[in-house]
T-cell receptor, first 113, second 114 residues
Framework: GQQLNQSPQSMFIQEGEDVSMNCTSS?????WLWYKQDPGEGPVLLIA?????ELTSNGRLTAQFGITRKDSFLNISASIPSDVGIYFC?????????????FGTGTRLQVTL | NAGVTQTPKFQVLKTGQSMTLQCAQD?????MSWYRQDPGMGLRLIHY???????DQGEVPNGYNVSRSTTEDFPLRLLSAAPSQTSVYFC?????????????FGSGTQLSVL
């Protein structure tokens, strides 16, 4: 099955730094989603994007739906230790019950003091 | 509100053994699904259900069975465990079958098959 290419795979940053990660696909998606997974827990939805070019924020997090509909970007500003975790993108093809959700391979974020 | 509850949290099996991973949700969600998560890979859909009595295969269904006798429960059965089924398994639910962005995940079951 198709997978989304997510980069970087992992990153170490210092507290206070800004973070950028992206997700690319060979397919066009109707919806882009960004999830965060804390250690030992399931993914939790951060941001949902529905239109090409859309820019949506959730606190210090900002995500964008790429114009081509084949990519998406997530930025975290002024990182803090609790930002540690794995960030997954997911893209939805099709509509209704026939739609398919594909997850990216994840970006592991570690924040040092 | 418990949300999506998975049991057990950890499980070790021997090759050939069978077992059932339990999943229950208390949000009256129509849609429930099972994913597996492997290192370096995204979540992959195993099976899903859009309502009681209805199930369908996902991307990687081989070696797994599901049933949906009630709205609340969606157990995943491993018929004859194999080392390739070592993984972390997540159950997820949402209010409607197509509302993927509203997926709620359980905390996962870490399964090791020796």
């Amino acid at each position: 099955g198709q997978q989304l290419n997510q980069s970087p795979q992992s990153m170490f940053i210092q507290e206070g730094e800004d973070v950028s990660m992206n997700c690319t696909s060979s397919s066009i998606f109707n919806t882009w989603l960004w999830y965060k997974q804390d250690p030992g827990e399931g993914p939790v939805l951060l941001i949902a994007l529905y239109k090409a070019g859309e820019l949506t924020s959730n606190g210090r997090l900002t995500a964008q739906f790429g114009i081509t509909r084949k990519d998406s970007f997530l930025n975290i500003s002024a990182s803090i230790p609790s930002d540690v975790g794995i960030y997954f993108c997911a893209g939805r093809e099709g509509t209704g019950t026939a739609s398919k959700l594909t997850f990216g391979t994840g970006t592991r974020l570690q924040v040092t003091l | 509100n418990a949300g999506v509850t998975q049991t057990p949290k950890f499980q070790v099996l021997k090759t050939g053994q069978s077992m059932t991973l339990q999943c229950a949700q208390d949000m009256n969600h129509e849609y429930m699904s099972w994913y597996r998560q492997d290192p370096g890979m995204g979540l992959r859909l195993i099976h899903y259900s859009v309502g009681a009595g209805i199930t369908d295969q996902g991307e990687v269904p081989n070696g797994y069975n599901v049933s949906r006798s009630t709205t609340e429960d969606f157990p995943l059965r491993l018929l004859s465990a194999a080392p390739s089924q070592t993984s972390v398994y997540f159950c997820a639910s949402s209010r409607q079958g197509g509302v993927w962005e509203k997926l709620f995940f359980g905390s996962g079951t870490q399964l090791s098959v020796l």
